[in-house]
């Protein structure tokens, strides 16, 4: 089993809808991301958070929101959907101490979001 | 604010050597790390430079000069399995909530060809 698992993997919604990604990790790690790709443009940050009561905007974080559940679940949430939010979306784990001191992130395998 | 620029497409040969370039403007910095990603995939570590110098792991190789804001991602004996996009990101060094922040590059597309 993957140790970040996002569901769901594919997902086609449309405008003015809700929408959540989830993620859970089986890392036992501190630290979760949210982060959004488009092509040409690498990966930017949404949402992070360093610990259940620690939530952090990112580069992105308008149109969005996330809750962070648990330690190990940090879910994503499109409030009214619209389609330039139609994505590729990563859930990344990291090591408090090992990811803190390398940036090492851990990824999930990706929600496709296309917003019609 | 933090940018990153890298080519976006490079091409070589089964067998060669290619090297990935990367520079960077940020407002505070901690290190340079180097992620794989192939086609569909997720994004996955390769290595993290921190102090300037070489960093070696197997074929894969990087590079720091913090003084000059540049890195490189050094691919030898490349093989087919090689052909990902690689990103370079760059860890914040800020205050509070922002430390330990990556921030991505928009990644250099490598094709090895036979």
Known sequence: ?116 | GQSLEQPSEVTAVEGAIVQINCTYQTSGFYGLSWYQQHDGGAPTFLSYNALDGLEETGRFSSFLSRSDSYGYLLLQELQMKDSASYFCAVRDSGRGSTLGRLYFGRGTQLTVWP
């Open chain 1, 1 to 116: 089993d993957a140790d970040v698992t996002q569901t769901p993997r594919n997902r086609i919604t449309k405008t003015g809808k809700r929408i959540m990604l989830e993620c859970s990790q089986t890392k036992g790690h501190d630290r979760m991301y949210w982060y959004r790709q488009d092509p040409g443009l690498g990966l930017r940050l949404i949402y992070y958070s360093f610990d259940v009561k620690d939530i952090n905007k990112g580069e992105i974080s308008d149109g969005y929101s996330v809750s962070r559940q648990a330690q190990a679940k940090f879910s994503l949430s499109l409030e009214s959907a619209i389609p330039n939010q139609t994505a590729l979306y990563f859930c990344a784990t990291s090591d408090k101490n090992r990811g803190g001191n390398t940036g090492e992130l851990f990824f999930g395998e990706g929600s496709r979001l296309t917003v019609l």
